[in-house]
């Protein structure tokens, strides 16, 4: 069955650090990818989305790339600030097109 | 600005009570979503609709209903709330389309049944 996985356990960094956080998909061939971002008690949040045959793309402080053949994204905030501290969900195109599956989110703390 | 609303934050019901979430998009998106979110599960899609009286299920439609009588109002609705119905729901919009390249989400209601 399609599977969405992103680390479960939190992500702490230093101020100033690039964040860099994993999906990895299986039994999936999404047309593309997104990013949300999720505050405490909110609803997730729009970021990126990155189509198949696009390997990087950038967003002021934001960089996604995905690779098809691991079929993986990697997500980085270069220059973390405490702000960015929230949770980061990855999520795909699912089966007919209709659907969007996400994964659970990695939460991540940036210490000042 | 694009807005997502959903009509209360937190609700807590009683076990067997019919409990009605509702949610309203002022941006003209054809398809809107019902989502619920639970620790280390992610979201999960209940139901959608990619247009007005349409409606299609998701993962886990078990125990929910929708309604949707007019574009820009979806909702959810527990014909008879359970224990395990306890969660945060969030409902989304998104562009007409086979593809929902950017949902836009409300804040969610976190529901709680005791």
């Known amino acids: ?112 | 600005d694009v807005k997502v609303t959903q009509s209360s934050r937190y609700l807590v019901k009683r076990t067997g009570e019919k409990v009605f979430l509702e949610c309203v998009q002022d941006m003209d998106h054809e398809n809107m979503f019902w989502y619920r979110q639970d620790p280390g599960l992610g979201l999960r899609l209940i139901y959608f609709s990619y247009d007005v009286k349409m409606k299609e299920k998701g993962d886990i439609p078990e125990g929910y209903s929708v309604s949707r009588e007019k574009k820009e109002r979806f909702s959810l609705i527990l014909e008879s709330a359970s224990t395990n119905q306890t969660s945060m729901y969030l409902c989304a919009s998104s562009l007409a389309g086979a593809t929902n390249e950017k949902l836009f989400f409300g804040s969610g209601t976190q529901l709680s049944v005791l």
């Open chain 1, 1 to 112: 069955s399609q599977k969405i996985e992103q680390n479960s356990e939190a992500l702490n960094i230093q101020e100033g650090k690039t964040a860099t956080l994993t999906c990895n998909y299986t039994n999936y061939s999404p047309a593309y990818l997104q990013w949300y971002r999720q505050d405490p008690g909110r609803g997730p949040v729009f970021l990126l989305l990155i189509r198949e045959n696009e390997k990087e793309k950038r967003k002021e402080r934001l960089k996604v790339t995905f690779d098809t053949t691991l079929k993986q994204s990697l997500f980085h905030i270069t220059a973390s600030q405490p702000a960015d501290s929230a949770t980061y969900l990855c999520a795909l195109e699912g089966t007919g097109g209709f659907k969007t599956i996400f994964g659970a989110g990695t939460r991540l703390f940036v210490k000042a």
